[in-house]
């Protein structure tokens, strides 16, 4: 998978390798920000997030290895992915380089393809990991430490902007009925279908995860809680369109969902107080007899 979009960090004191490092980078379609000396990395890497730091060890002041170290130590950006690119070739200053954290050690002189390889290599490994931590294993959406962080940037987003936000949490009704009398292999299938179903009713810029057994989180950007239910409203008639089934021949079990859909409201200082709206909303759908959205 090519990752030409993301911003990589090179870190070197000296100008013409700091050159010619962005200018094969930035060929192969890479962002590239760059930093002469630790501190300055440090910096930019808190500022800009890059999604790859590539740095020399021998810089004035603070070293590479001292630079990887902070970078591993410090909290959102410890996993960010490492490169050194360094004339020290000695197995020492390599092996020193890897304990140190880094994800790889290429030495100076450097042949154009093999930094590259490199980079996109730790990218994609990088990628994929990040993909894996973030979702659900069984519906394949985020999960819930992962959508709730969208949503707590997107929170901070809508506030500082004045923008709207709307925050939606869905329930599926008698699910248990499903698990009780289908078996579990059947209701996991169809956890998934309503997953899929729910997702392909999302636009692109909103966010779905699972936020319990079948509980759904929706985070929805630029949207007012007007707008939200209409959204949840759809969602709501295709569910409900689903049935299971036993076998063929059984009765089936009706499907549908509930929902509770508010938005971001002046008076909101913190997360909870949205969420707890939200849920505060989908109790009362369930309340009033399931299979509906409630909007505040
Ligand atoms: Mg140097």
């Known amino acids: 998978m090519k990752q030409k979009r993301n911003l990589i960090l090179v870190v070197d004191d000296e100008p013409h390798i700091l050159k010619a490092v962005h200018y094969i980078l930035d060929r192969a379609g890479y962002q590239v920000l760059a930093a002469r000396d630790a501190e300055e990395a440090l910096s930019l890497v808190s500022r800009d997030r890059p999604s790859l730091v590539v740095a020399d060890i021998m810089l004035p002041g603070m070293d590479g290895y001292k630079l990887c170290r902070r970078l591993r130590h410090s909290h959102p950006d410890s996993l960010t992915p490492f490169i050194f690119l360094s004339a020290r070739d ?16 290429l030495t100076k002189p450097f042949h154009r393809e093999e930094l590259l390889a490199m980079v996109e290599a730790v990218l994609d490994r990088h990628q994929s990991y990040a993909e894996q931590i973030m979702n659900d294993d069984l519906t394949g959406l985020l999960n819930r430490s992962h959508i709730l962080q969208r949503l707590e940037e997107e929170f901070a987003r809508a506030r ?38 729910l997702r392909g009713e999302m636009r692109k810029q909103d966010f779905l995860g699972r936020y319990g057994g079948e509980e759904f989180l929706s985070v929805l950007p630029e949207t007012t809680a007007a ?43 913190n997360l909870s107080e949205l969420l707890d709206r939200a849920d505060c909303l989908l109790y009362r759908a369930k309340e009033e007899g399931r299979d509906r959205v409630a909007v505040r």
Do not use: W
């Open 90 to 105: 000695s197995v020492d200053d390599r092996v020193k380089g890897i304990r140190t954290g880094a994800d790889a050690y």
């Open 227 to 269: 707008d939200g239910a209409i959204l949840l409203e759809r969602c709501r008639k295709k569910v409900a369109e689903i049935t299971a089934r036993r076998g063929k021949n059984s009765e089936g079990i009706p499907v549908t969902l509930s929902a509770g859909v508010t938005e971001l409201a002046g008076g909101d200082k």
């Open 160 to 197: 500082r902007y004045r923008r709207p936000l709307a925050a939606a949490m869905i329930d599926l009704d008698n699910f248990k009925a499903v698990n009780d009398l289908c078996g579990h292999p059947a209701g996991d299938r169809l956890l998934r279908q309503i997953a899929q179903l």
